[in-house]
Every structure is written in C-alpha cells, then in structure tokens.
C-alpha cells in the first residue's frame, strides 16, 4: 500500500515539508471483499512480531543495537477517541477505525469533490491547509508488537490523560504569554515559528501526519535520537546524574543507562516553550527495547503532579525504514510575517468600521 511517486521527489527538491514516500488511501477499498482487506492488512510491513528467543543484535561495544533508521507512521495517536472501549483492536475492528480517521475521510473527500472555485476553497480552508494528498501519517492503526492499538497510552485504562483540573493549558508556564492570538511572533507556537518541535522528537516521541521517521545512533558515551521532523536532535550522555546547569534545554536534561537489553531514558527540566508534557518539577522515562529485526518497542512513563492526578504510562512501536528525507521549515519563515501582518490590517479594518 506504499506508492512511491516522482511528484513527491518533486516536492523533496523544492523544499517542501514532507518524505517522499506516500501512505494514500485506498479509495476503492469499499468494494474489495473483506477477506483481500484482511489479507492485505495481514502482511503489511507494520505486522511483525517477536520472534521466539530474539537475541538482539549488539554493537561493537557490546550493547543491544537499536540503530538505523525507523518509523512510528500510524493514524494511532496519543489518546484514545472518545466513545472507545479497549487498547487492543481486532484486525476487522482496525480496519474500520482507519477508514472513518479524518485523513483517510478527507482523502477521499477530496479526491470525490475537488475544489475549484476560490469561493469554495476559502470555505474549506479549516481542513485543506494541508491538502490530503501530502500526508503521510500511515493507512492503518498502529501496531505493538503484533496488536493493532486504539491510543498509545495504556496506563491509564481510559486511554485518556490524566490532566487536573484546567487540562493542557497547565503544560505551559504560566508566565509565558497564551498561544493562539496575533499579538506577537511570541503568542503563537513554536513549531508554527519553525523554532522546535519538541511534539515529535519528546519527550514524548510520538507520530503526527508527515515525517514519521527517525535515525537512532549509538557510541560508548552517548545515544542520539534526530528525528525526520525539524531534523531535531537529542544528544544524551550516559550518566548517572543530570546536569547541575541551570538550564531548561529544548527536549531537556536526559540522562540514559541500559538496563538489560533495554535502553532507558530520563528526562527533567524541558524548555517551558516547546509545550512539553512535564513542568521543572516532573520527569520522563522512556524505554526503548528491540523486539525483533524489524521493531523498536518503545515505553514510556510521565509523572508530574503539578499537571496530572497520577503518573500515565504509554507504548509504541518503530518499525525499519530506509532513509531520512530533508525537512524544510518554509525557508525563512515567510508565512509568520504574512499571519501578523494580516492580523494588523483586520484590526485596522475593523477600527475603520
């Protein structure tokens, strides 16, 4: 179900912000018989299990190899759709879920109804900001070692987070300014302002619709884990302090150690701005396994009782890939500009009324 296209090679030269490689739906889909569905998902390149007395391969250093390049690309995100029972879903189940997800519904939306007329666009600019076409967030739920998944938090139950009182606003410091008016280049996001993207690189690492894929590297002293998205970086020492600096680093102060075959990674103090799940006062353990030639389990735990009512654990996978893709934050950032400029003219409408 992986279509490689020349336009997308296009796209890469020009700069564009996504890979070359496509995850499109499948608009015909609906009159496939269930069985050639089922099959089809059955050998997908995200169905890998592990195998039984994996050994993981090892590094010349002796330690459990998780290098080269992978991908979280899935329609599977953070938390559980509201209206949801259970993690773990039935291939039948998995199916359904990807086909009503918004990207999948849009794609073929889009490509059923085509907009031609300004008018029409301008209406529909809420969902076509991002044309369907240049997503790549995957055609399937994700997968964990061997199970098909409805939200990657698994802890708790709910699928849900569990924010106190006065929900996400509480990941940013309150004495930054709110995001969201056009005030100034400060009140909107950082990824919007080309600066970070601490929402994909972590911690938490998750997927979101383009440029799912990774490159984790090893040495003796330190593991670096740069994703697709941004080419953001996390150089970790192993260690077994943090940092005395007092500093609030993007993505933050890891340490790492390994525990096993397992690669353990724990983070403090994020920069206040990148939106981070934790505040100065929590902390972030991420566990990263290889489950098999193929798969990377990844684990994770958040506590901070500044912003949630317990600690929440989560679980994901990465899967081999074959290469990072350049990332392009619209070269210059021209778009921000045009946002504020365009926010000061409809004031001075408006005052004009």
């Known amino acids: 179900m992986r279509i490689a296209s020349t336009l997308c090679m296009m796209q890469v030269r020009l700069g564009l912000m996504r890979s070359t490689k496509l995850e499109l739906s499948m608009p015909k889909f609906k009159n496939l018989h269930t069985s050639i569905v089922l099959m089809l998902l059955a050998t997908a390149p995200l169905a890998y299990s592990q195998t039984l007395g994996y050994e993981p391969p090892r590094t010349e250093f002796g330690a ?40 999948l519904s849009l794609d073929r939306q889009q490509q059923n109804n085509p907009v031609t007329e300004a008018e029409a666009g301008a209406a529909a600019f809420g969902s076509r900001g991002h044309n369907a076409f240049w997503v790549d967030n995957g055609s399937s739920m994700g997968k964990v070692k ?17 924010y106190k009182e006065g929900g996400a606003a509480l990941r940013r410091a309150s004495h930054l300014p709110k995001i969201g008016s056009f005030d100034g280049p400060e009140t909107r996001p950082v990824g919007e302002r080309c600066i970070a993207f601490g929402g994909i690189i972590g911690p938490v ?9 990774y ?17 953001e970086v996390r150089i970790i020492p ?16 890891s340490i790492a150690r390994y525990e096993g075959d397992t690669l353990v990674i724990e983070t403090i103090n994020t920069n206040p701005l990148q939106g981070s799940y934790i505040s100065p006062t929590g902390k972030v353990t991420e566990r990263l396994t290889r489950w098999s030639d193929d798969e990377i389990f990844y684990e994770f ?32 950032n021209y778009s921000l500009p045009g946002i504020l400029a365009g926010a000061r003219r409809a004031e001075m409408d408006a005052s004009a009324q």
């Open 64 to 103: 459990p190899d998780i290098q080269g390049i992978w991908s979280n690309r899935s329609i599977t995100r953070m938390e559980r759709r509201p209206g949801i029972d259970g993690l773990v879903l039935s291939e039948e189940d998995a199916f359904e879920m990807a086909q009503s997800s918004f990207w």
């Open 146 to 162: 061997g199970e098909y998944r409805t939200s990657w938090v698994t802890e708790p139950a709910s699928g849900r987070i569990p």
């Open 205 to 213: 690492m998750q997927n979101g619709i383009y440029n799912n894929n």
């Open 215 to 231: 490159q984790f590297v090893q040495t003796k002293d330190h593991v670096v884990l740069m994703s697709e998205m941004g080419h």
């Open 238 to 253: 192993f260690a077994d302090e943090h940092s005395n600096e007092d500093l609030q680093p993007w993505f933050g102060d």
């Open 301 to 332: 735990t958040v506590e901070d009782p500044a912003i949630y009512t317990q600690p929440w654990s989560g679980e994901m996978s990465y899967y081999k890939e074959t290469a990072l893709f350049e990332y392009a934050c619209h070269e210059g």
